[in-house]
């Protein structure tokens, strides 16, 4: 018992504990500004958000194609152009910002293709 007393009273004791503590709150300061500087790197360039081009049917028959935001940070700057066989479809659409808010971006349509006149479908 006597031992505990003495190690309490000692302040060489006092100051490798106040060392010891000094030394985590270090460590976890540096772990919480790393967290924090990734997030703010994510706010600025993007972080691993990304946006994705997604075709809906419609009743009718034709497609509806939606912009849609995938992640938590904003995407910037997206440029959509759709090829068919090579040559390009309509007007390139441009987005300048693109956040959770925007889930489903209608971008365009396109109507079902009419049938060929003088053929027939048989099986």
Not at 23 to 40: K, M, N, P, S, Y
Not at 60 to 75: A, E, N, T
Not at 106 to 111: E, H, Q, R
Request: proline residues 7%; hydrophobic residues 40%; glycine residues 12%.
């Amino acid at each position: 018992m006597r031992f505990f007393v003495d190690l309490s009273s000692n302040p060489l004791t006092w100051v490798l504990a106040a060392g010891v503590c000094a030394l985590v709150g270090a460590i976890l300061q540096a772990r919480q500004q790393e967290h924090q500087r990734i997030d703010l790197e994510g706010w600025l360039t993007g972080g691993d958000s990304y946006g994705i081009l997604e075709p809906h049917p419609l009743p009718h028959g034709g497609v509806q194609y939606f912009l849609r935001h995938v992640g938590k940070h904003p995407v910037y700057d997206i440029n959509i152009r759709v090829y068919e066989h090579g040559a390009s479809y309509g007007r390139p659409h441009e987005v300048g910002i693109l956040t959770g808010s925007h889930q489903w971006l209608s971008i365009f349509g396109v109507d079902a293709p009419a049938p060929v006149r003088g053929r027939t479908n048989s099986v």
